[in-house]
């Protein structure tokens, strides 16, 4: 068989064309080639199929192309003639088809040949037919009150793109049923308590006499546990209510931030002799009221786990983030983000412990030498993910801590 197919193949030039065409034709893909006069020198069956336009060979590109699309088609040959013919370009185009219908491709182009003075000869491009997704997108936008979506930048989704951000939203939903349990769970939780907690000092009160030394050590206990109880639906609460705060996001000067939580630790950071050095930090939109906890949080953290035996020093820096931080962090590259990090030197932790302490209620220390509920972190950790932002911690025990912030400068989903 495969010496019936050389023979064949080789037997003329002819055959060996012959062989090329039926293969083009048997792609999926939409297949075009033209020259640097912009005339159409080939296109396979499923290109003709697709375009559903009279072409044929050595008509104008223009012909074909919208009328609007021109200087973008020119733009990009261009940007082809300058690339490595190793490299494609992709860019958007609209074709004109039957009955003044307007057909989306998305190109991949390559330059196939050039003369001896690097010019390219000849253009080869695959086409993808996007006008299902992108009328239908439009479409969604367009119904959701938003503006029409720009068609040169329009990027088609594959399926599992799409799979994935059904995923994502399904996740978000079931995130806020939890949310919304939590707060009304907890909500609900605490009138049975206040009952508890009523009737047990009534009964501690109205039955003191009648009581001997057990039943008032059990009504302590029952008191005791209750005002655990509530301390922890109030905690909660708290980070519930960090969740569902909804109020538009606003410009905000963090070094005003910064400013209000030293006031508000001022006897603390004098108690302890700490220096506190700052960078200037930048104007982001954000919720205040927000962006006080965070800011709160971390520094009082910083002067609660210091070590006893050095002058606790925190060191507060900013910086805009460079495109490859962005392409580590899996940030959009369009965007600008500012890093700020809150460095102390204090009693540090075991890096293996950095992911869990944004954990509610996960302590490493204990509540005896550093008071506390465990849900400082929690709530920073909620802040940072309302603003569309990320936040870590680096550690060594005994040397310090750094606390990573990054949040963007302008918000996209303005709430
Ligand atoms: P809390 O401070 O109320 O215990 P957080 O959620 O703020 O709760 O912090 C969780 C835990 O993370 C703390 O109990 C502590 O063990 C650890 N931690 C937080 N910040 C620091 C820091 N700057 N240095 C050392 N450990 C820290």
């Known amino acids: 068989m495969k010496n019936n197919f050389f ?3 080789n037997e003329s030039p002819g055959k ?6 039926q293969i083009l034709n048997a792609l999926s893909i939409p297949v075009i080639v033209c ?4 005339r159409l020198v080939y296109f396979n069956k499923k290109f003709n199929d697709l375009a559903q336009h009279k072409i044929s060979l050595h008509s104008s590109m223009k012909e074909i ?3 609007s699309d021109w200087d973008n088609w020119n733009e990009n040959l261009f940007k082809l003639s300058n690339i490595n013919d ?10 004109n088809a039957v009955e003044d219908e307007i057909k989306y491709f998305q190109l991949e182009g390559k330059v196939l040949q050039r003369d001896e003075l690097q010019k390219p000869l000849l253009y080869f491009f695959t086409a993808k037919d996007v006008t299902k997704q992108f009328t239908l997108e439009n479409k969604d936008v367009l119904n959701c009150g938003g503006s029409a979506i720009d068609w040169k930048n329009f990027v088609s989704k594959t399926t599992s793109e799409k799979k994935l951000e059904l995923a994502v939203k399904d996740l978000d939903r079931s995130n806020k049923d939890l949310e919304e349990f939590a707060y009304l769970a ?17 009964l501690a009160y109205k039955f003191e006499k009648q ?18 109880m509530k301390e922890l639906i109030d905690n909660l609460l708290q980070v519930s209510r960090t969740v569902q705060h909804v109020q538009p996001f606003s410009k905000t000067d963090l070094n005003t931030v910064l400013n209000l939580v030293k006031q508000n630790l001022d006897l603390k950071i004098e108690e302890r002799d700490v220096e506190i050095t700052q960078d200037q930090l930048p104007v982001i939109e954000a919720l205040p009221s927000l962006m006080l906890p965070l800011f709160n949080n971390l520094l009082s953290n910083a002067i609660k786990f210091s070590s006893n035996d050095k002058k606790p020093v925190i060191n507060i820096t900013s910086r805009e983030i460079s495109v490859e931080d962005k392409n580590n962090l899996e940030l959009p590259l369009n965007r600008v983000y500012y890093e700020i990090k809150i460095t102390d030197n204090g009693i540090g932790f075991k890096q293996e412990d950095a992911k869990n302490i944004f954990k509610i209620f996960y302590r490493i220390h204990s509540k005896t030498d550093y008071p506390g509920t465990g849900i400082g972190l929690a709530i920073c950790s909620k802040i940072v993910a309302k603003h569309n932002g990320c936040i870590w911690a680096e550690s060594n025990p005994g040397k310090g801590s750094t606390f990573f912030i990054i949040l963007p400068k302008i918000q996209d989903i303005k709430l």
């Open 86 to 95: 190793n490299d494609s370009c992709f860019f958007n185009i609209r074709f």
């Open 7 to 9: 023979e064949i193949y």
């Open 186 to 202: 907890s909500h609900d939780l605490q009138e049975p308590l206040r009952k508890i907690t009523t009737f047990s000092t009534r």
């Open 16 to 21: 060996q064309v012959f062989f090329h065409e």
């Open 211 to 228: 009581l001997d030394e057990e039943g008032k050590v059990y009504i302590d206990k029952i008191n005791a546990a209750a005002g655990s």
């Open 65 to 67: 192309i919208n009328r």
């Open 35 to 38: 020259d640097k006069n912009d």
